[in-house]
């Protein structure tokens, strides 16, 4: 069985037809060339698949594509390409907030989404919005770094426009 | 991984004995089984389907009864295949205590999981463990007291 | 050296040691990284298998015919079909005395020996259809009798872990000194422990993957592959399968962390190559969690008992050491599964003067997962046995932690210095170290603020560890002992017509910046900016031959490769630009894009200049003048065989005694890895390190039941560090460049990992010393916490 | 890890819901926030002919005040659990726990009714709603059913809900003057399955526990609550000997299974000390 649905991707209008076991990570990954969202544990244990989902982190792997159908899904490829996210990923470059880079996606799109919540996060809030995003490589230290320095230089940008 | 328990059946040693060896009586409580063929005079084939919260398995395998020292003691041995979730397998002694009216069941098993019921389970497989061991041995002693009573009457609605 | 000298050389190496940024981490920080996980080829097709679910059994039969007619499915492979075409592999060397291991194959033939072990193959049009197909394949094993723990696997009676084992000993080894016994009859003190080190795993976020695409037209087979070490698989897939090298080309483009467990030969990436040589088609493998758990290399479980004699004041004796490791049924190939526990035996008191010790080492096999080298091979097992009882015997002596060490490091001023396990150490820094640490950490107000807060019903513990990483191995690891393993690196580099300049090298990237430290190194040799040298690497088709990225050798064997190929360019350009310009081209030097006078700084041409001339208009050139502007060079370290690090670390924690919950307050690391590239890149090499020994210190285990099971194969049960629980950490450097090269650097990848969990341990057990409860497991869980302070 | 294959029905309405149910003859499964069905689904754990999507039927959704009685619609995420005012103000012992539920993501779908339905024994939401002595709305074929949440939570992931029933929403009774909501539990790391876990409402008058209830999870089969504890407390004052007291009532109450990784003595102990502290904090929230 397959099914029809539509859905916003990245503010583009898509249209496919997929089976319902169909997660949408993997349509995302496969239908659509959207490798930025990466498959790290397929349980939402490790958060390298998150992408907003009616504007909130979501791990697409736990959601099926056909629940998406009507919904609105941003990934990291669109947040990039808008620019919604230039600091931040001007941030981690600066603090090389990132190694392997496949946790990378989720991270942005976690970080996002938190100083969209919270624009001034303490550094203990920043762990606690990552505790559910897994990376091997740096320690986290500086990716809270990275998210800090961001949260702090959007306030600043704010208090003295340019 | 070891599981025990013990049951005050409301039967005699003989009934107890006869129906652990009793096809229909072991269908009825193997929790799910949904069917169980004799083999041979202690052997069994057997399907049970398990659903436990967010895991739902179908094991084919068998059951056994082995080491039987008549009226007193007996092993009870299971192992099924769940396919691509892995295998189950347990053996518990059943001793029997004659307690005049009743008999005193008590059990002392041995179960193992495999494969990925093993690598995803283990934070419950104990305690499911000991559910499903706990509900086979509730089943028999149910069975039992409807056996050891007449027919009962439905009562009457309220 | 002179004032006018340093400036010279920071002229001459403006870029080696700036903190520049990864300009290869953008792509990442935009979704656009190219993993092996992401790459679709026509025609390609997805394999899933079909696993063994027990650890010990023999296959009774396989059917595979309702699988062959599910959906989707194009074919089901069992042994009978994939091993005949692969020449088996077997984990030994010949440098590790009679040590023995079994065969191995591609699919588990007739017997299986671990959970996990794979069994059939299916290749189908959908990962979920390959799937469905293996739930199809029906799989009788006949269960045996498992080998689960080392010890008992060493009784003579036990069943043997694999077919064709007279035992269940891999290996083992004693190295001692002449005086060992009588150091010990004659010490003040002797302290003495048991410590069990718990089995862990790499979880790389990107698991295991590849794509093998063999085309039978041209009988080329390329293999994406996500590995550290490209032409060792280049070597393997000819060799066992018979092919031309020349027409095997592996390439590692973007992977998603490796840590060691990405060199190792498993039976999925060889199914995968035999399996696309079969059909002719591409074929994908990609681990998913599950499997990852039950197939890459586990690391570490070793059960250690150890003693230390000192004298009177303290001043270590020697130390005798026994290591029993558990490696599963086979001993990996082509590296082996022995190298840790040797590195165990051999590193244990590294930091210190210690004259004489006895190290016994038993590698043990048993029916679990292999286990292997991943990060930091050994170094945190000697570091944690050693430091331990260093810090037992400052509690016995009544000595503070950084008064006994003070006391027994091999001084700054004593090399080169022969430990008394044999290593030589060419000049190492602990003294340094320990004042910086000391300083760092603000160690007496943190001890002050501790017995403040113990009064209150606090308990905080400080625990350091210093420690002494190998870096930078020539062939001694592996080449002596016959494996194809290239203890050498190669690297090209190439002025383009328009000036700029390539490099393709044959170190390899997976995150620590390899590409930028190169380019860095690159431009200074040949005066660009180091975003005017492309870095090349992870192809065995467009890069050099070498070893590539394993045992902290990338930037420092890496990085001389890089230099002297640099250097051999620059001469090739002044010698082409002497010729054009009518100079001595000992008077030409390279700066800011430009050939320049070397005295005045004067510019005398653009490299660009140089680049169109001889590209374009080599006619205009002398007769016989060289070209090429393309330049190679291998390199080898000829020096000392390996070039040791050293560091000191500390951990502040605090230990809830009444849960057993231990928090990490903070962490310092002052380590020296000589000749710093790149700042920036070290310290998060470093911080990476550490939480990566932290992990496996209080979180990280492989858990398996008696029957040889492992239960906690997900990331929901199996613990790794999350950002909640790591600590902040503070990094200090000591410089002290080797002087086997010209550039000086040595490795940093395994300093963190070396001494974090000990330092861990060392603070839990000081934060413990007051109820006299002391841990030696890891990870220290709530539970042998609770056991030690004896609420259990 | 892929899902076998299945087929997909969006339930437009609880009847149409339950209706689909019945006819798929047992081997349908109820999607809500899909957190615990799709891994189970990705790991091949069970292989349903359908999963009936719940997340378009509007009876599940909302949070309204009835007659002093909190309705929380089943399908409100934890997030919002978490966010809304009437639940802070209404079913504090909720607004507590939901940060301690798993992650911020797996917060934005997850789903209370979900939770309470699965019934795992270490989850946060079925203790709350026991401690808060909430009633679940069940529905039937045969129609609307409330179920006090002392007789719902019955075993390992086993309610008192018939299969193919579905809970409608979660009503938490009025607040009473005096209502103090404590919740803690000792995890591993952030997020983790609570190694022990409590929820406690009590009503403190004037030092005095006028009233207490507790629920402990991840100590055994399913939430329990500690009723020999709550009997050490109740009238009682809360002093240090008191407290004491209801940590040494508590052996009675709880019977957690012997783990390899964490034996029963050990989950009782940390069961104690988690009660200590509860009760300490109890005492300045007061």
């Known amino acids: 069985m397959t099914m029809d649905i539509e859905l916003t991707v990245n503010g583009e209008h898509v249209r496919e037809s997929v089976e319902p076991r169909m997660s949408l990570a993997d349509f995302l990954r496969e239908r659509l060339q959207l490798t930025g969202t990466h498959l790290g544990c397929e349980m939402g244990a490790c958060g390298a698949c998150l992408v907003l ?64 919540d919270n ?23 500086a990716i809270v770094d990275a998210i800090d320095a961001t949260a702090r230089k959007r306030a600043s940008d704010v208090e003295a426009p340019a | 991984m070891e599981l025990e328990g013990t049951q005050e059946l409301q039967a005699d040693p003989q009934t107890v004995w006869a129906a652990l060896f009793d096809r229909d009586v072991l269908e009825r409580a193997i929790p799910g089984c949904e069917t169980l063929e004799q083999t041979a005079e202690t052997e069994f084939a057997a399907t049970v389907k398990l659903k436990v919260g967010p895991v739902s398995a179908r094991f084919k395998g068998g059951v056994e009864l082995s080491d039987i020292v008549p009226l007193v003691s007996c092993t009870l041995s299971g192992k099924g295949s769940g396919g691509i979730a892995g295998f189950a397998k347990g053996a518990a002694r059943v001793t029997l205590e004659d307690l005049g009216e009743t008999t005193r069941l008590t059990y002392s098993a041995d179960a193992a999981v495999g494969g990925k019921l093993a690598s995803l389970g283990n934070r419950l497989i104990k305690s499911t463990a000991q559910k499903l061991a706990g509900e086979f041995f509730a089943n028999f002693e149910a069975i039992l007291a409807e056996q050891a009573e007449p027919a009962p009457v439905p009562e009457p609605a309220e | 050296m002179t004032l006018q000298d340093t400036n010279t050389a920071a002229a001459r190496a403006p870029h080696i040691g700036q903190a520049h940024r990864r300009q290869t981490a953008r792509r990442h920080l935009a979704g ?24 010990r059994g023999r296959i009774v039969e396989i059917d595979t015919r309702d699988a062959e007619q599910s959906p989707g499915v194009v074919r089901v492979f069992t042994a009978r079909d994939l091993n005949p075409s692969c020449k088996p592999w077997t984990g030994t060397l010949d440098h590790f005395a009679s040590m023995v291991s079994a065969p191995q194959n591609i699919l588990a033939e007739e017997e299986v020996l671990w959970a996990g072990h794979p069994v059939a193959m299916v290749l189908a049009r959908t990962r979920a259809e390959a799937e469905d197909a293996c739930e199809l394949v029906m799989l009788d094993i006949e269960e045996g009798e498992a080998c689960v723990d080392g010890h008992a696997a060493l009784s003579g009676d036990a069943p043997r872990a694999a077919p064709g084992l007279d035992s269940n000993l891999c290996f083992q080894t004693v190295l001692e000194t002449m005086a060992v016994d009588a150091a010990f009859a004659g010490a003040a003190h002797v302290v003495e422990g048991d410590f069990t080190f718990g089995r862990h795993t790499a979880v790389t976020l990107e698991p295991r993957s590849v794509v093998a695409d063999f085309d039978a037209a041209s009988e080329q087979l390329t293999v994406h592959h996500g590995t550290q070490t490209p032409y060792q698989f280049q070597d393997i897939y000819a060799r066992h399968f018979g092919l031309s090298e020349s027409r095997v080309r592996v390439i590692a483009p973007d992977v998603g962390g490796s840590f060691g467990m990405k060199l190792h030969l498993y039976n999925e ?31 570490r479980d070793h059960k250690v008992s150890a003693r230390m004699a000192l004298d009177a004041e303290g001043t270590i004796l020697a130390m005798e050491v026994d290591d029993m490791t558990q490696i599963g049924a086979f001993s990996t190939y082509p590296r082996t599964s022995v190298a840790e526990g040797n590195q165990v035996v051999r590193l244990m008191g590294a930091p210190y003067r210690m ?32 430091e331990a009882l260093v810090d037992k015997a400052a509690a016995r002596l009544g000595v503070d932690p950084f008064e006994i060490r003070a006391r027994n490091v091999v001084p700054d001023d004593a090399y080169p210095f022969v430990s008394a396990t044999g290593y030589s150490f060419e000049k190492l820094s602990h003294e340094a170290c320990l004042a910086k640490l000391r300083d760092l950490m603000d160690y007496d107000a943190l001890r002050a603020e501790q017995a403040a807060l113990r009064e209150r019903g606090i308990y905080r513990g400080i625990g350091i560890a210093p420690f002494v990483e190998i870096t930078n191995p020539g062939a001694a690891f592996y080449g002596v002992g016959g494996a194809r393993i290239s203890a050498q690196d190669g690297a090209v580099v190439r002025l383009t017509p328009s000036g700029e300049v390539q490099c393709a090298i044959s170190v390899t990237e997976q995150g620590q910046g390899t590409e930028t430290i190169i380019s860095q190194i690159v431009a200074d040799q040949l005066g660009v900016a180091p975003e005017q040298v492309k870095v090349t690497t992870g192809d065995t088709d467009t890069t050099p031959s070498g070893g590539a990225t394993w045992a902290c050798r990338g930037a420092g064997i890496g990085g001389e490769t890089a230099l002297r190929a640099g250097r051999k360019l620059q001469g090739q350009i002044l010698a082409l630009a002497g010729q054009i310009l009518q100079s001595d081209p000992a008077d030409l030097a390279l700066a800011d894009g430009h050939v320049v006078d070397a005295q ?28 090429s502007l393309t330049a190679a060079e291998h390199f080898a370290p000829s020096g000392y065989p390996f070039d040791f690090t050293n560091g000191i670390q500390a951990s502040l924690v605090e230990v809830d005694v009444e849960t057993g919950i231990v928090r990490l307050l903070k962490h310092w690391v002052v380590e020296d890895c000589g000749r710093i590239i790149n700042p920036l890149l070290v310290d998060e090499q470093i911080r990476g390190g550490v939480v990566q020994g932290l992990g496996p210190a209080l979180f990280e285990e492989c858990l398996y039941d008696e029957t040889g099971q492992m239960t906690n194969a997900s990331l929901a049960d199996y613990l790794v560090p999350m950002a909640c629980e790591m600590p902040d950490i503070v990094i200090g450097h000591v410089e002290t460049p080797t002087n086997d090269t010209i550039l000086g650097a040595k490795g940093v990848g395994e300093a963190g990992t070396a001494a974090a969990g000990v330092a861990a341990l060392n603070a839990v057990n000081d934060a413990l010393s007051p109820f006299k409860a002391e841990i030696r497991q890891t990870p220290m869980t709530p539970l042998r916490i609770l056991a030690a302070l004896g609420h259990v | 890890m892929k899902s076998p294959a299945f087929d997909y029905i969006r339930a437009r309405s609880v009847a149409h819901a339950l209706e689909t149910y019945r006819s798929l003859d047992g081997e349908g499964v109820y999607l809500a926030g899909g957190h615990s069905v799709v891994p189970s689904l990705t790991l091949r754990l069970q292989a349903p002919a359908a999963l009936i999507d719940l997340s378009g039927i509007d009876a599940l959704t909302g949070i309204s005040l009835d007659d002093g009685w909190l309705r929380i619609g089943a399908m409100t995420r934890h997030a919002e659990v978490a966010a809304d005012p009437m639940i802070r103000d209404h079913a504090h012992l909720f607004h507590l726990a939901a940060p301690h539920v798993a992650h911020p993501a797996i917060r934005n779908r997850g789903t209370i009714g979900g939770s309470l339905s699965l019934a795992d024994p270490a989850s946060e939401f079925p203790a709350v709603a026991l401690a808060l002595r909430a009633e679940m709305e069940v529905a039937g074929h045969d129609g609307v059913r409330r179920v006090k949440a002392d007789d719902f939570f019955l075993d390992i992931y086993e309610t008192a809900m018939d299969p193919g029933e579905i809970l409608q929403a979660i009503l938490v009774p009025p607040v009473r003057a005096g209502d103090v909501a404590v919740f803690d539990e000792l995890a591993r790391r952030r997020g983790d399955y609570a190694m022990v876990g409590a929820a406690v409402q009590a009503m403190v008058d004037a030092g005095r526990v006028a009233d207490i209830s507790i629920a402990f999870f991840s100590v055994g089969n399913k939430p329990t609550r500690a009723g020999a504890a709550e009997s050490a407390l109740r009238g009682a004052r809360l002093d240090d000997a008191t407290i004491a007291a209801a940590q040494s009532a508590l052996d009675a109450d709880l019977d957690p299974s012997d783990e390899p990784q964490m034996p029963a003595s050990v989950r009782r102990h940390l069961a104690r000390v988690l009660l200590g502290r509860l009760l300490g904090h109890l005492g300045t929230t007061a």
Do not use: W
């Open chain 3, 355 to 386: 004259p004489d010790y006895r190290g016994r080492l038993s590698v043990v096999f048993q029916n679990k997962v292999q286990t292997s080298q991943y990060r930091a091979v050994g170094h945190p097992i000697a570091c944690a046995v050693t």
């Open chain 3, 600 to 627: 005045s700084g004067t510019r005398r041409m653009p490299l660009a200049e140089i680049g169109r001339i001889a590209t374009y208009r080599p006619d205009t050139l002398p007769e016989a003048a060289d070209n």
């Open chain 1, 53 to 116: 989902l009616g504007g909130k982190p979501v791990h697409a792997c736990l959601v099926l594509a056909v629940q998406a159908a009507g919904e609105t899904v941003e990934t990291i490829e669109g947040l990039s390409e808008s620019g919604a996210i230039a600091d931040l990923q001007a941030a981690f470059h600066d603090r090389n907030a990132l190694q392997c880079g496949f946790c990378t996606t989720g991270m942005m799109v976690n970080a996002h989404a938190l100083l969209g």
């Open chain 3, 269 to 299: 990436e060889m199914a995968a190559v035999a399996a696309s040589l079969k059909l002719g088609r591409p074929v994908k493998f990609v681990a998913d969690r599950l499997e990852s758990f039950v197939s890459d290399i586990h690391a």
């Open chain 1, 119 to 141: 624009p001034a996060p303490e550094r203990a809030e920043i762990r606690d919005a990552l505790s559910g995003n897994y990376c091997r490589c740096t320690g986290y230290e």
């Open chain 3, 32 to 55: 656009r990284g190219r993993f092996v996980s992401d790459i679709v080829l026509p025609r390609m097709l997805h394999a899933a298998f079909v696993r063994s679910p027990m650890a």
